[in-house]
């Protein structure tokens, strides 16, 4: 397991993510029920589910975009609480090929102060760059968002969601609508961010290829969290089967 | 005005010769960036049909201000046009229907309320008909110096917020994860949409006002490799169609609302036949 890093015991010398008795509730539907999880800094956790399984919402709530009851609080190393800043690669499908907004307009949106329909400054461009340069994109810079691979999109989105450096990273559905050589550039690029930022990363799948070689644990979730454990235990429990009907497990 | 007048009077040029289109002129400079610039946001935030919903709302602002006996009923048109713009913001906010569906329900009710008031106790339609077609040439220097000051807010709201309202249009859960607040985003837009479009109509005209405030973008888009050009390509683009539809309409007397929206419609066509030169 090369690709593990070091940091996979308790939340003791780590930075740590706290969710305590996170429910969610539309009305009287239940769409989250008493969910309890740790993640630790340094590491890749994979959550996964069938559809309408709540993911989505669970991370909704982690980014504050959702009413919830419960605790979400982030400890850091030295056990302290302290404020969560969170990077999200939403999924990607939801730019329109029509618009006119190149990789340069949308960082532009998102990191300056300096309106999107002037040319940009020589400092901004190359502020731009550094980022792009995290993810070996910075040949990306003029081309327009809608004109991108999914994969290419994916590794902008990430860019994006590294400035400022978060402590926390979320990806949805990262690997949906990337080849498989994207995906394994994607995640080769993960494994690196969380070794050189010590990052905590939380990525929805519904691509089960690459569990076992890049997460550290994979949580299952079904309104609430119905197995949590290594790639291996998960993916060979009774629970994976009858969540995703492989008509038994093991 | 003096000023205006005076250079107006330097060009030598026919058309410019009467009060009127001096004024219209001049109305027409400041109208065609401010829809050039509204229209990107509205185009990229797909909300054409919304903006032509809200037309409808200001015409029924103008039925009630006109029943309740106000002279000058536009700004009951704008406060009926907010109203609505906010109300429409809230409950898609809390509804799971799609946008185009709520935005139905809002157009059709407030043009059958619009109309029922309008027609009430057998009035006649007649004096409606103004904000129909729109007439610019009957724009008044202090109408003009509102418009102006409609102009200002909006450049001021581009140059402080155009990188939040942009973000918030292209991707609303990007934008929020970036704790941009983007339902307040949206709702001060919506605002600024109703102001213009309302303010806008008895010059423009209800039956037109949409296609200046989508085709400018529209046509942009079709060339447009980022959001500098997508801005400047959009009210250049207006202002041209503009100068030339006023121009136009003064020497065949039709209606220059009308005639504006034509060019705009020549505008988008030219530029579709080049999209793929640039793109």
């Not at chain 2, 060019?263 to 030169?277: D, E």
Request: proline share 3%; net charge neutral.
């Amino acid at each position: 397991m090369i690709y593990k890093h070091a940091n996979t015991g308790g939340c003791e010398n780590a930075c740590c993510l706290k969710i305590e008795h996170l429910s969610v509730r539309i009305g009287s539907e239940v769409i989250l029920d008493d969910i309890n999880l740790h993640m630790h800094c340094g590491q890749i956790v994979a959550l996964i589910g069938p559809n309408g399984a709540g993911k989505s919402t669970l991370i909704r709530a982690i980014l504050g975009q959702r009413e919830y009851e419960g605790k979400i609080t982030f400890h850091s190393a030295d056990g302290k609480q302290t404020r969560l800043r969170i990077g999200y690669v939403p999924q990607s499908p939801a730019f329109d090929p029509a618009d006119p907004i190149s990789v340069l307009d949308l960082f532009t949106c998102c990191i300056a102060k300096r309106p999107a329909f002037l040319r940009p400054g020589k400092a901004l461009r190359e502020k731009v760059l550094e980022c792009l340069s995290r993810v070996h994109g910075e040949s990306l810079i003029d081309k327009r968002v809608g004109t991108l691979s999914g994969g290419e999109l994916q590794r902008v989105l990430l860019a994006l969601a590294l400035e400022p450096m978060p402590n926390m990273l979320i990806l949805d559905e990262p690997l949906s609508g990337v080849d498989v050589e994207g995906m394994e550039l994607l995640m080769d690029m993960l494994d690196e961010i969380r070794k050189t930022y010590d990052l905590s990363i939380l990525m929805t799948t519904h691509d089960f290829s690459m569990l076992e070689r890049y997460a550290d644990r994979v949580v299952l979730l079904r309104e609430k969290i119905l197995c949590k454990g290594t790639p291996l235990e998960v993916l060979n429990s009774d629970e994976f089967a009858q969540a995703f009907h492989l008509g038994g497990a093991k | 005005m003096s000023i205006w007048y005076a250079l107006c009077e330097a060009t030598h040029l026919e058309f410019l010769h009467m009060t009127f289109m001096k004024n219209a002129l001049l109305a027409v400079l400041i109208l065609a960036p401010l829809f050039g610039l509204l229209s990107t946001m509205i185009v990229t935030g797909r909300m054409s049909f919304f903006s032509d919903a809200l037309g409808h709302s200001g015409f029924t602002g103008i039925a009630v201000g006109v029943l309740c006996g106000a002279v000058q009923p536009i700004g009951w048109a704008v406060g009926l046009a907010v109203l609505f713009a906010l109300l429409f913001s809230f409950v898609r906010s809390r509804s799971r229907q799609s946008a185009d569906t709520i935005i139905g329900v809002f157009s059709s009710t407030a043009v059958a309320l619009g109309i029922f008031i309008a027609t009430l106790g057998g009035s006649s339609f007649t004096k409606f008909n103004k904000y129909l077609i729109g007439d610019i040439l009957s724009v008044t220097p202090g109408e003009i110096g509102r418009l102006a000051l409609v102009l200002l807010g909006v450049a001021l709201l581009w140059i402080f917020a155009a990188n939040r309202l942009f973000l918030t249009a292209v991707h609303p859960q990007l934008a929020s994860s970036r704790g941009i607040p983007t339902e307040k985003t949206q709702a001060l837009f919506t605002v600024c949409i109703a102001v213009v479009v309302t303010l806008a109509m008895s010059w423009v005209g209800l039956m037109v006002i949409n296609s200046l405030l989508v085709l400018p973008a529209a046509s942009s888009r079709n060339i447009a490799r980022n959001l500098r050009e997508y801005h400047l390509f959009s009210v250049l683009g207006a202002l041209f169609c503009s100068i030339g539809g006023l121009v136009t309409a003064y020497y065949l007397g039709c209606s220059a609302g009308a005639t504006i929206a034509l060019y705009l419609a020549l505008y988008f066509t030219v530029t579709f036949f080049f999209r793929n030169t640039r793109q």
